[in-house]
């Protein structure tokens, strides 16, 4: 099975414009999340899609915002970007929201960089 | 905020077992240990989990203590490649996946 797959993987944008950032979880997986990782933060929960519902949501500004689609894949959006919005942004799958497993499966990341 | 407490860095050299530590000592009943590693600049890759009982797999061991206060991940027999950040998280087996990550250990394993 193909993993997860994130694209792109490098991004530069400049401060005031917007971003699309895609994300194709493992085949039959239907839980996207989506995690922004900083070096002064560290990894934090963005939001959470399951059967195309946002079922959690992490403490992100507003400009911040994501949906799923009807085949699991996900794309999250950052509008109006500051530079603080400069991370790696990975997406995670797993076959159903919340299941005592747990096992989620990372994407490689989306390097944005803010200038 | 993260509910574990581990050490910053650990350093293990190669061959040998590395045993990492996590203090959880507000664990509810309800809450599952979970380890997960990042290799540098990669996605973090699922380890092991447990609720109460030691557990074994192809990557790891976990003890976890009586109590549930506490839980050690064991690389048996560390390798360069295991060289990454890992981190313990507990986690309510729920409705939902969001996992809150702490600052993880870093472990260097070294020839």
């Known amino acids: 099975k193909a993993g997860v797959t994130q694209t792109p993987r490098y991004l530069i944008k400049t401060r005031g414009q917007q971003v699309t950032l895609s994300c194709s979880p493992i085949s039959g997986h239907r839980s996207v999340s989506w995690y922004q990782q900083t070096p002064g933060q560290g990894l934090q929960f963005l939001f959470e899609y399951f059967s195309e519902t946002q079922r959690n949501k992490g403490n992100f500004p507003g400009r911040f915002s994501g949906r799923q689609f009807s085949n699991s894949r996900s794309e999250m959006n950052v509008s109006t970007l500051e530079l603080g919005d400069s991370a790696l942004y990975l997406c995670a799958s797993s076959l159903e929201a919340g299941g005592v497993q747990g096992t989620q499966y990372f994407g490689p990341g989306t390097r944005l960089t803010v200038l | 905020d993260a509910k574990t407490t581990q050490p910053p860095s650990m350093d293990c050299a190669e061959g040998r077992a590395a045993n990492l530590p996590c203090n959880h000592s507000?664990?509810?009943?309800?809450?599952?240990v979970y380890w997960y590693r990042q290799i540098h600049s990669q996605g973090p890759q699922y380890i092991i989990h447990g609720l109460k009982n030691n557990e074994t797999n192809e990557m790891a061991s976990l003890i976890i203590t009586e109590d549930r206060k506490s839980s050690t991940l064991i690389l048996p027999h560390a390798t360069l490649r295991d060289t990454a950040v890992y981190y313990c998280?507990?986690?309510?087996?729920?409705?939902?996946?969001?996992?809150?990550f702490g600052t993880g250990t870093r472990l260097q394993v070294f020839p």
């Open positions: 507000t664990i509810s009943g309800n809450e599952y």
């Open positions: 998280i507990v986690r309510v087996a729920g409705n939902t996946d969001k996992l809150i």
